[in-house]
């Protein structure tokens, strides 16, 4: 069946210290993948979008790869700030934008 | 506005009662989605529009839902004598076109007493 994965247990990590955030998939093949953040009571906003033919994206602090091979995409949060807490979204397109049930992201300070 | 502008914000109803979700896109953006999540859950979705072409409804999980999206623009999302388990925040997203990052409003809490 086709699935979706991302970390369901919190991720507490010490301000400061990386943060990464896994996103997994089965049965599919997407022609790309994006993430999003969101925050208690808004709505998701779009982080960053890598294409299967790109390796890694970045954005300021943030990074992302794509291993198709695997079936993963990795998010990253260099140098992070208590203000970077909130749950991460992974979508993946196969033919509409299917979504992850997201991982939520605590950094202590 | 420069965003997707979703109202009312929130919307308490009792069982049975029809709800009227509405969702004013980002000027320009040919696509328009709704989702549903609830508490703790992942965004399901419920209906796709782009552009002219016939709506993608393969996610409205029964007959008592509906959405129609007026003259490219504006979308109402429709829901006839409401259950329980139709508690939920309901999402709208727009964007320029498939493969574009969505942008997103901040929802309709709707609780059905």
């Known amino acids: 069946s086709q699935k979706i994965e991302q970390n369901s247990e919190a991720l507490n990590i010490q301000e400061g210290k990386t943060a990464t955030l896994t996103c997994n998939y089965t049965?599919?093949?997407?022609?790309?993948l994006q993430w999003y953040r969101q925050d208690p009571g808004r709505g998701p906003v779009f982080l960053l979008l890598?294409?299967?033919?790109?390796k890694e994206k970045r954005k300021e602090r943030l990074k992302v790869t794509f291993d198709t091979t695997l079936k993963q995409s990795l998010f990253h949060i260099t140098a992070s700030q208590p203000a970077d807490s909130a749950t991460y979204l992974c979508?993946?397109?196969?033919?509409?934008?299917?979504f992850g049930k997201g991982t939520r992201l605590h950094i202590l300070p | 506005g420069a965003g997707v502008s979703q109202s009312p914000s929130n919307k308490v109803t009792e069982k049975g009662k029809d709800v009227e979700l509405r969702c004013d896109p980002i000027?320009?953006?040919?696509?328009l989605y709704w989702y549903r999540q609830s508490l703790g859950q992942g965004l399901e979705f419920l209906i796709y529009?782009?552009?002219?072409?016939?709506?993608?409804k393969s996610g409205l999980p029964s007959d008592r839902f509906s959405a129609e999206r007026t003259g490219g623009s504006v979308s109402t999302l429709t829901i006839q004598r409401t259950q329980q388990e139709d508690s939920a925040v309901y999402l709208c997203a727009s964007s320029l076109g498939d493969d574009q990052p969505q942008h997103f409003g901040d929802g309709t809490r709707l609780s059905i007493l």
């Open positions: 890598i294409r299967e033919n790109e």
């Open positions: 979508a993946l397109d196969n033919d509409k934008i299917i």
């Open positions: 049965n599919y093949s997407p022609a790309y």
């Open positions: 529009f782009q552009g002219n072409s016939a709506p993608d």
């Open positions: 000027s320009g953006h040919t696509a």
